[in-house]
């Protein structure tokens, strides 16, 4: 070994030049001139402090004192002075590369020595000298083949152990056949049971999708089914999230996997309080079970979708009808309805049935009612919508103008108060017809007449579009009317109507007319107000109604009255003029005097003559709020003004049975003597002439 390292060593000494075979040199400098326009211009700014130090007159003597030479002194002494500096490097750094030139060359011998002994050893096996790669110095030393290698222990096979491991292969063999069996069988049944469970889940889809339900792909989860049970005209907060993925339990049924919207059971419940305490209150629903089938269920999830955009939605409202009496907080909505009554909308989870404080006693205004009027309003909302996206050509310039709270409190609180005043006009109207029956009127009567229909919603022949539906159903639910007919004498008329508001403000109005209301009404702007013209001009008009010059209403269509109790006011004064105007008239008549006539005196209309005696007509209210005629009488009792009082009320006559036309002609007759005043016309002392 030591010859054939000592014949390496020569062989490298003979085919080695005497210089280092490795060398480190340092990277070769190039030109030094600037490769881009910003490599110049940073180089400028180093070495001349920016262009603005730069002056042609430099420029030019620098180019001729380059001409003439002076610059290669300048780059000679550079040099000399990197000669210099390359000179006074550390030896140490110098000796690092020879040391490191020195572990190369050392590397490369062991690794030439390992190549030549292992094909030394492989010549032995393969003895062809062109395929052995062994070095020409150690081939011409040591020859081919004369390394070799051998086993220390033979191994030896009989044929017992061929058969036994001829048998241990076979059983291997088996038992790998039997694992497959195994697992093909259980495979089989676990694909037999997985079909079965899948035949149930699908099952439970496609009864979903045969009961009209919309079954699609989840948006954010491809490979997975879903339905979606909510409206697509809903708000984005809850359209976006009305779809649920169909899981499959455990035993193979199918079931939702609810969201924020639609988990769980919920139902919007009106309750109505009176001092505290329940008197009316919404049904409730059972819970749908669990096991309840899967059609039942997303059923059960629109419908609690649907009241919690709902409760979304009258939330919204609520902040703003602040001036209404109504005040929301986290859990209820409540609307001070009066002094002692509330109404409360609240959210509730679904248990047991829950109808106990049911209790509908006015139909119109019961909680029942309310329930069911906010879900059409919300179905009606969605209409809306649809319609506006269908037919809208362009979209709207504010987005949030297209997503304006619904009118569904407002319309509440305006049929409330619709109901609460009609019923109060109805009132005051039969009362007031009854009371002038006793006085003897026998011509006047009221009735009312039901909510007119639009021309256009009446049935036609033309084919009815949906707009046409929106447009009735909007026309029913947003203008409730209610119009009265109040006859006083043959010749005077009055017709009201009442109907709602409920954009911009809350409220009930009422138009006055002398003429009958018709559902396209022509305007008028003449002192009668009449709302309609007749069709038919060849028809006889009807006589001249004196309320028209003596007490004309308001424009029924341009300035309604803003609440009842104007309206009530001004139908009072118009029927006391024109109850008047008749005594008037029919005392003259009978009397056979044309100096009896009616005027408007200090304390109000009256029959007077010339003799300035006077028969005051007044309705006022006694102290438990019923309806009083008072008929107040003066005249010349020789030197004195003797005064006299009549009442007549809707349940009695008048203290001696008299009536008010009697009344009337004995008081310009001067049948009258002065007589002191009864208790019930003291106490209407201060109320008449108001």
Same mark, same amino acid.
């Given at each position: 070994?030591?010859?054939?390292?000592?014949?390496?060593?020569?062989?490298?000494?003979?085919?080695?030049?005497n210089?280092?075979?490795?060398?480190?040199r340092?990277?070769?400098i190039g030109?030094k001139?600037p490769?881009?326009?910003?490599e110049?211009?940073?180089?400028?700014?180093?070495e /001349?402090?920016?262009f603005r130090?730069?002056?042609e007159a430099?420029l030019?003597?620098e180019?001729?004192?380059q001409e003439?030479?002076r610059?290669?002194?300048?780059e000679?002494?550079?040099s000399d002075? +990197?000669?210099?500096?390359?000179?006074?490097k550390p030896n140490d750094v110098?000796?690092?590369r020879?040391?490191? @030139?020195?572990?190369?060359?050392?590397?490369?011998q062991?690794? $030439?020595l390992?190549?030549? #002994?292992?094909?030394?050893l492989?010549?032995k096996?393969?003895p062809?000298?062109?395929?052995?790669?062994v070095?020409?110095?150690?081939?011409?030393?040591v020859?081919?083949?004369? =390394?070799?290698a051998?086993?220390?222990n033979q191994?030896?096979?009989?044929?017992?152990?061929?058969q036994e491991?001829?048998?241990?292969?076979t059983?291997?063999?088996?038992?790998?056949i039997?694992?497959?069996?195994?697992s093909?069988?259980?495979?089989?049944?676990k694909?037999?049971?997985e079909m079965?469970?899948e035949?149930?889940?699908?099952?439970d889809?496609l009864?979903?999708?045969e009961?009209?339900?919309?079954?699609?792909h989840v948006?954010t989860?491809?490979h997975?089914?879903?339905v979606r049970?909510g409206?697509? +005209?809903?708000?984005?907060?809850?359209?976006n999230?009305s779809?649920?993925p169909?899981?499959?339990?455990?035993?193979?049924s199918?079931?939702l996997?609810?969201?924020?919207?639609?988990?769980?059971?919920?139902?919007?419940?009106?309750t /109505?309080?009176?001092?505290g305490?329940?008197?009316?209150?919404?049904?409730?629903?059972?819970r749908?079970?669990?096991?309840?089938p899967?059609?039942?269920r997303?059923? +059960?999830?629109?419908?609690t979708?649907?009241?919690?955009?709902?409760?979304?939605?009258?939330?919204?409202e609520?902040r703003?009808?602040?001036s209404?009496?109504?005040y929301p907080?986290?859990?209820?909505?409540?609307?001070k309805?009066d002094s002692?009554t509330e109404?409360? #909308?609240?959210?509730?989870?679904?248990?047991?049935?829950?109808n106990?404080?049911?209790h509908i006693?006015?139909?119109?205004?019961?909680?029942?009612a309310y329930y069911i009027?906010i879900? #059409?309003l919300?179905?009606?909302?969605? /209409?809306?919508?649809?319609?506006?996206r269908?037919?809208?050509?362009h979209?709207?310039?504010?987005r949030?103008?297209?997503?304006q709270?619904?009118?569904i409190?407002?319309?509440?609180?305006?049929?409330?108060e619709?109901?609460?005043?009609c019923?109060r006009?109805?009132?005051f109207?039969?009362d007031?017809v009854y009371t002038?029956?006793?006085?003897?009127i026998?011509?006047a009567s009221?009735?009312?007449a039901?909510? !007119?229909?639009?021309?256009?919603?009446?049935a036609?022949?033309?084919?009815?579009?949906p707009?046409?539906?929106?447009n009735f159903?909007?026309?029913?639910?947003? /203008? =409730?009317?209610?119009?009265?007919e109040l006859?006083?004498?043959?010749?005077a008329?009055?017709?009201?109507?009442?109907?709602?508001?409920?954009? !911009?403000?809350?409220?009930?109005l009422?138009?006055v007319?002398?003429?009958p209301?018709?559902?396209h009404?022509i305007h008028?702007?003449n002192?009668?107000? @009449?709302s309609?013209m007749?069709i038919d %001009?060849?028809?006889?008009?009807?006589?001249?109604n004196?309320?028209a010059l003596?007490?004309?209403?308001?424009?029924p269509?341009k300035?309604?009255?803003?609440?009842?109790?104007?309206?009530i006011?001004?139908i009072?004064q118009?029927? &006391?003029?024109a109850?008047?105007?008749k005594?008037?008239?029919?005392t003259a008549?009978?009397l056979g005097r044309?100096? &009896?006539?009616?005027?408007e005196t200090a304390?109000?209309p009256?029959?007077?003559?010339?003799?300035?005696?006077e028969?005051r007509v007044d309705?006022? %209210?006694?102290?438990?709020?019923r309806?009083?005629?008072v008929?107040? @009488?003066?005249w010349?009792?020789?030197a004195n003004? $003797?005064?006299?009082?009549w009442?007549?009320?809707?349940d009695?006559?008048?203290?001696?049975?008299?009536?008010?036309?009697d009344?009337?002609?004995?008081?310009?007759?001067g049948?009258?003597a002065?007589?002191?005043?009864?208790?019930? @016309?003291l106490?209407?002392?201060n109320?008449?002439?108001?």
């Open positions: 070994m030591d010859g054939l390292r000592s014949s390496k060593r020569r062989k490298l000494d003979m085919t080695t030049p210089t280092t075979p490795f060398s480190l340092p990277w070769p030109d001139k490769k881009t326009l910003g110049f211009i940073s180089r400028v700014n180093i /001349r402090g920016g130090n730069v002056t430099q030019r003597e180019i001729a004192a003439e030479g610059v290669e002194v300048e000679s002494s550079g002075q +990197e000669e210099e500096a390359e000179a006074d110098i000796a690092a020879e040391e490191f @030139a020195k572990s190369i060359e050392v590397a490369s062991h690794a $030439a390992a190549l030549d #002994f292992i094909s030394l492989v010549s096996e393969k062809q000298s062109h395929e052995a790669p070095s020409h110095a150690l081939r011409e030393l020859g081919i083949g004369t =390394l070799g051998s086993k220390l191994l030896t096979t009989t044929d017992a152990r061929k491991n001829r048998a241990v292969a059983g291997w063999r088996l038992k790998g039997n694992n497959m069996v195994d093909v069988v259980s495979a089989a049944d694909l037999e049971k079965e469970l035949a149930k889940y699908w099952d889809v009864s979903v999708s009961s009209g339900w919309a079954v699609c948006p989860q491809g997975t089914l879903g049970f409206f697509s +005209e809903s708000a984005p907060e809850f359209k999230s779809i649920a169909l899981r499959r339990n455990d035993d193979g199918a079931r996997d609810l969201g924020p919207v639609g988990r769980g059971s919920q139902r919007v419940r009106v /109505r309080k009176k001092n305490r329940i008197i009316d209150q919404s049904p409730l629903p059972g749908t079970p669990d096991n309840a899967l059609h039942d997303v059923l +059960e999830a629109r419908n979708a649907f009241h919690q955009e709902l409760w979304y939605e009258m939330n919204r609520a703003t009808l602040l209404s009496e109504v907080d986290a859990t209820t909505i409540v609307w309805r002692q109404i409360i #909308f609240t959210l509730e989870d679904l248990a047991e049935p829950d106990a404080y049911e006693s006015n139909i119109q205004c019961s909680c029942t009027y879900q #059409f919300l179905f009606q909302g969605h /209409r809306q919508n649809y319609h506006k269908t037919t809208s050509t979209l709207a310039n504010n949030a103008a297209m997503q709270p619904y009118a409190l407002r319309a509440v609180i305006a049929n409330s619709y109901f609460r005043d019923k006009v109805a009132d109207l039969e007031l002038l029956k006793r006085a003897g026998s011509t009221c009735k009312s039901s909510q !007119p229909l639009m021309p256009a919603l009446q036609s022949p033309t084919r009815r579009t707009k046409m539906e929106l159903i909007n026309h029913l639910a947003g /203008r =409730l009317e209610s119009v009265f006859t006083i004498t043959p010749e008329k009055l017709y009201a109507r009442g109907r709602i508001v409920i954009i !911009p403000y809350i409220g009930v009422f138009g007319s002398l003429t209301f018709y559902p009404p008028n702007n002192n009668s107000n @009449a309609a007749d %001009e060849d028809k006889e008009k009807p006589p001249p004196p309320i003596s007490y004309p209403p308001s424009d269509f300035e309604p009255y803003p609440n009842t109790g104007e309206a006011y001004y009072k118009a029927a &006391i003029r109850v008047v105007q005594l008037a008239k029919d008549d009978k044309d100096d &009896i006539e009616w005027g304390r109000g009256g029959v007077v003559d010339r003799e300035d005696t028969a309705v006022a %209210e006694d102290a438990r709020g309806l009083v005629l008929l107040d @009488a003066q010349q009792h020789g003004v $003797a005064t006299r009082r009442t007549w009320r809707a009695r006559d008048a203290e001696d049975g008299e009536t008010l036309a009344v009337v002609r004995n008081v310009m007759r049948a009258y002065p007589a002191q005043a009864s208790a019930l @016309a106490a209407l002392g109320t008449a002439g108001h």
